[in-house]
T-cell receptor, first 115, second 118 residues
Framework: QKEVEQNSGPLSVPEGAIASLNCTYSDRVSQSFFWYRQYSGKSPELIMS????GDKEDGRFTAQLNKASQYVSLLIRDSQPSDSATYLCAVNMSHRGSTLGRLYFGRGTQLTVWP | EAQVTQNPRYLITVTGKKLTVTCSQN?????MSWYRQDPGLGLRQIYYSMNVEVTDKGDVPEGYKVSRKEKRNFPLILESPSPNQTSLYFC?????????????????FGPGTRLTVL
């Protein structure tokens, strides 16, 4: 059973704080990991991708990957009210023994940044 | 502009009346997929397609059909809709990626179709 687990939240942080979002996954061979942001009623939007162990930074966002622990996280620095959304973790895993992968999504973490 | 389009965006229908939701992408992507999203359940994959004429079931395929006759189009068909198919539907596309192979398949999503079945 392929699984991607996220803390459902809700996570609430004050403006300017660091928001930390976590995700674990079940497939040891996974190589591709993504974070999507989804505003209410809108489609998911890709904000970060990471493929190697360690940190990847893009503006206020940092993705962290630890393959040994099967753990990926997203840090949002200097959080803004506009960051309030649901954040979806997605992991590329094999499906039914195929060599081609498909994305498995976690259920998302709802983040609220209050002024 | 690179994009995934879906039509219609909103649809209210009645039980048993066949409907089709269209999906089209202009990025020459091999992989296309349909998801439904329900409160508390996250995104669940209905069907996906690795390429033209290659489709397979996702996690919740019951009550749905798909076809992939052209690379750019991947329609979702509900032959006899029921109220439990009321949901928000997303189409997505990406390049194909190898599982565990170090390649990737960043998915791009359409705007969504909100379907209500009465």
């Amino acid at each position: 059973q392929k699984e991607v687990e996220q803390n459902s939240g809700p996570l609430s942080v004050p403006e300017g704080a660091i928001a930390s979002l976590n995700c674990t996954y079940s497939d040891r061979v996974s190589q591709s990991f993504f974070w999507y942001r989804q505003y209410s009623g809108k489609s998911p939007e890709l904000i970060m991708s990471i493929y190697s162990n360690g940190d990847k930074e893009d503006g206020r966002f940092t993705a962290q990957l630890n393959k040994a622990s099967q753990y990926v996280s997203l840090l949002i620095r200097d959080s803004q009210p506009s960051d309030s959304a649901t954040y979806l973790c997605a992991v590329n895993m094999s499906h039914r023994g195929s060599t081609l992968g498909r994305l498995y999504f976690g259920r998302g973490t709802q983040l609220t940044v209050w002024p | 502009e690179a994009q995934v389009t879906q039509n219609p965006r909103y649809l209210i229908t009645v039980t048993g009346k066949k409907l089709t939701v269209t999906c089209s992408q202009n990025m020459n992507h091999e992989y296309m997929s349909w998801y439904r999203q329900d409160p508390g359940l996250g995104l669940r994959q209905i069907y996906y397609s690795m390429n033209v004429e290659v489709t397979d079931k996702g996690d919740v395929p019951e009550g749905y059909k798909v076809s992939r006759k052209e690379k750019r189009n991947f329609p979702l068909i509900l032959e006899s809709p029921s109220p439990n198919q009321t949901s928000l539907y997303f189409c997505a596309s990406s390049t194909s990626g190898l599982a565990g192979g170090g390649t990737y398949n960043e998915q791009f999503f359409g705007p969504g179709t909100r379907l209500t079945v009465l």
